[in-house]
């Protein structure tokens, strides 16, 4: 019974052995990419394509992987903005309210996202003098303190909502960064715009009784124009569902 038994561990050793060395040998492949042996490889390998290739899913002239949204989509946290890329458009941001309140911690907040995102250009005081201007030989944008806005007047007579207007939607040299930067970091950045310019966040221009009264207008039609995009942005969203 003991020879027997020996036998029987000894055989069970050699198949042991034998599968074991069959597992190492097929695992081991000359393609540097290859996982080699797998075991039930369809619960972890997906069947995924590569974003700007060719796609046998989606037929006709178009099959790449990447596809565009369905029209009417917003992303997640989306935050619209009421005034559309006019000079219209553009004479109504001054009227624009911030929905933030004026504080040091988002004076802080506000300058280090325009360090992050502003400053390659503008410079890290406003005096454009950013390392793009200084080293890759661009035309300088104006100065925060001292230069000329193209809209008219001075840079540092802007008022928040035309510093976020531009930002939105860009202009001239500077494209839009409205991809980039959330609606509420451009506030906080025009926060910071206007300090760096000598004028206090959210003060309003000295304006003439005539003056005023033409400001209580804008403000009527920047409502109505924000009430419009409320409506369009609403039916879009109802339209995905």
């Known amino acids: 019974m003991k020879i027997n038994k020996i036998k029987v561990t000894t055989t069970n050793l050699i198949l042991a052995f034998f599968g074991f060395a069959s597992v190492v040998m097929t695992s081991c492949k000359s393609d540097p990419n290859s996982a080699g042996f797998e075991f039930m490889p369809d619960m972890y390998r997906s069947p995924s394509y590569e974003t700007y290739l060719e796609n046998a899913t989606y037929g006709g002239k178009d099959s790449m992987s990447a596809r565009l949204p369905v029209a009417g989509t917003i992303p997640r946290g989306f935050e619209s903005f009421p005034l559309g890329a006019s000079e ?83 202009y001239k040299n500077m494209g839009s960064h409205a991809s980039q930067i959330s609606l509420s970091d451009r506030w906080a950045i025009a926060m910071y715009v206007q300090k760096l310019s000598g004028k206090e966040f959210g003060e309003a221009k000295d304006e003439t009784p005539a003056e005023q009264e033409s400001t209580k207008q804008t403000e009527t039609a920047v409502e109505a124009t924000a009430s419009v995009v409320a409506v369009e942005t609403e039916g879009n969203v109802e339209n995905e569902h």
């Open 88 to 170: 219209e458009d553009y004479k109504l941001a001054d009227s624009l309210k911030s929905p933030i309140d004026y504080s040091e911690e988002m004076i802080v907040y506000g300058e280090e996202r325009y360090i992050k995102m502003c400053s390659h250009c503008h410079g890290e005081t406003g005096e454009a003098d950013g390392l793009v201007v200084t080293n890759g030989g661009f035309p300088p944008p104006p100065s925060y303190t001292s230069g000329k806005s193209g809209h008219g007047g001075m840079m540092n007579e802007l008022s928040a909502g035309e510093i976020v207007y531009t930002i939105t939607y860009g």
